[in-house]
C-alpha cells in the first residue's frame, strides 16, 4: 500500500477560511434571516474592468477561428503580449524589469506555493508572523524546518531580522496581509542585506502593491538597490483587477539570482523554475492574458484605478471608525486591510464570535494567521460601500455597549 507524505497530518486540520465558513454556516442555520455582512475573506465585489472584459472576449473569438487559434502556449510562462505589458507597468512605477524575467501564472498564491518545489527540504524558512497561511504550510507539507520574526504592536507589525539567526529562504509581503503594514526602501535594504549575508533567497509578495499611494514607499523590492541578486517578486491581478474569478497574475525571477548547487556549480533559478513549471504547469488561457493586457493599457489601468478608489474609500470608512472609537490599528493606507486590536483584550476568535453572533458581521480572527495575531482582527475594504457603512454602524454600536 502507499504510504503517506505524513507531514500533511502535521497541519491544523482545516484552512482558516474553512473554519470560518463552519461558524458562519452554522450561525446562519440558526438565524437565516440575519442581515449577514461579510468582511472576512479578501474577495473583490466590483466586476472587472470593461477593457478587460472586451479584450477576453476577442480572445476568446479568436479561439474559434481557424487563422487565430491558440493551443498550447509553447512556453507555458506567458504569451510576450503580456509579459510585455507587465514590464511596461514596472517601469510606470521606476523599475526594469526584462520581460523575458516575468513568468504569467494563474495567481500569486499558486506560485508562493509552489516555488519551494526547487529548493531543498534541508532549507531553513523564515516567515514574518502574522502571516498568510499559505507561506507556512506550503512548507511544513515538505517537512522544512519554519522559524518566525515577530511582528507585533510594538513593531508597526514590521519585523526585521535577526542577524544571530540563520535562514536559507524569507517570506516577506508588503503591504502586508493580514496586518495591512508596508516596508519601507530602508527596511527592505535591511531584509536585503541579511539575506545576501545568509546566502539566502527572498520570495516576495507584492500582491497589494497597486493600493500603495505614498510615493515614498517601494511597489516592488526591485525598487531597492541589491534585490535583483537575492528576490523572488510575485503578483496578483486578484485585487488590482478583480481578478479573483479569473486567475492570473505574475512572477519575476531576475536573471542575476543563481544559487550554487551542492558540487559548487551555480544554478540559475529562472532556468530551474522554467523546468519545474514546464512539467507542472500548463500555463493560462490566451483569452484570460488578453484581458490581463489590457489591464495595462493607458485605459485599463484608469479603469482598474477607479475600482481601487472604491475599495480605498472603504478602507477610509472603516480606519476612521477605528479612529472615533479609539481602537488601535495598522492599514487602512496604502493597503486594503485593517488589522485592529480587539477591544477589552478580547481574544481573536472570541471577538469574531461575538461580532457574528451580535451584530451578524464576518471577519478574520487574527489567530489565524499565527501567535503575534491573537488579539488582533482583520477586516477587508473589499466589500460593498453601503455594506460597509452598516458594518460599522453595526461595529460601533457593538464597541460603545461593551
Known amino acids: 500500500m502507499p504510504t503517506l507524505n505524513e507531514n500533511f497530518l502535521k497541519l491544523e486540520k482545516n484552512y482558516l477560511f474553512i473554519n470560518i465558513a463552519k461558524k458562519v454556516n452554522a450561525f446562519l442555520a440558526e438565524n437565516p434571516d440575519a442581515p449577514l455582512i461579510r468582511m472576512g475573506i479578501g474577495d473583490v465585489t466590483l466586476p472587472i474592468a470593461p477593457v478587460a472584459v472586451e479584450a477576453m472576449k476577442k480572445g476568446a473569438e479568436e479561439m474559434g477561428v481557424k487563422e487565430t487559434f491558440k493551443g498550447y502556449e509553447d512556453s507555458g510562462a506567458g504569451y510576450d503580449f503580456l509579459k510585455n505589458a507587465v514590464s511596461g507597468y514596472y517601469k510606470s512605477f521606476g523599475v526594469d524589469i526584462l520581460p523575458e524575467e516575468i513568468r504569467i501564472n494563474d495567481g500569486a498564491k499558486s506560485d508562493c506555493g509552489n516555488i519551494v518545489d526547487i529548493f531543498g527540504n534541508d532549507n531553513i524558512v523564515l516567515v514574518t508572523d502574522p502571516a498568510y497561511p499559505v507561506y507556512v504550510d506550503s512548507n511544513r507539507m515538505n517537512g522544512r524546518t519554519i522559524i518566525f520574526a515577530d511582528s507585533n504592536e510594538k513593531n508597526g507589525f514590521l519585523a526585521m531580522p535577526d542577524d544571530n539567526v540563520h535562514a536559507d529562504l524569507i517570506y516577506l509581503c508588503s503591504p502586508n496581509n493580514p496586518t495591512g503594514a508596508v516596508y519601507t526602501k530602508e527596511q527592505l535594504r535591511i531584509w536585503i542585506d541579511y539575506a545576501k549575508k545568509n546566502n539566502a533567497v527572498i520570495i516576495f509578495d507584492s500582491a497589494y502593491e497597486a493600493f500603495i499611494t505614498d510615493p515614498e514607499l517601494p511597489r516592488s523590492i526591485f525598487a531597492v538597490e541589491g534585490a535583483r541578486e537575492c528576490a523572488i517578486e510575485m503578483c496578483s491581478l486578484s485585487k488590482t483587477a478583480g ?4 486567475r492570473c497574475g505574475y512572477t519575476v525571477i531576475p536573471n542575476e539570482l543563481k ?142 455597549e461593551i
Open 243 to 246: 481578478f479573483t474569478g479569473m
Open 259 to 400: 544559487v550554487k548547487a551542492s558540487d559548487g556549480t551555480e544554478v540559475s533559478i529562472s532556468q530551474l523554475w522554467s523546468r519545474r513549471q514546464g512539467s507542472k504547469f500548463n500555463g493560462v488561457s490566451y483569452p484570460v492574458q488578453c484581458a490581463a493586457a489590457a489591464v495595462f493599457t493607458e485605459e485599463g489601468l484608469k479603469q482598474i484605478h477607479k475600482n481601487i478608489a472604491y475599495y480605498q474609500e472603504n478602507a477610509k470608512i472603516i480606519s476612521s471608525t477605528m479612529d472615533k472609537l479609539g481602537v488601535k490599528y495598522t492599514g487602512g493606507i496604502n493597503s486594503p486591510y485593517i488589522w485592529f486590536k480587539c477591544p477589552n483584550n478580547m481574544n481573536s476568535w472570541d471577538f469574531f464570535d461575538l461580532m457574528l453572533n451580535k451584530i451578524a458581521v464576518v471577519g478574520t480572527p487574527g489567530a489565524g494567521f499565527g501567535k503575534n495575531g491573537d488579539g488582533w482582527f482583520r477586516l477587508t475594504a473589499f466589500g460593498d460601500r453601503d455594506n460597509t457603512i452598516e458594518a460599522m454602524k453595526r461595529f460601533e454600536k457593538l464597541v460603545s
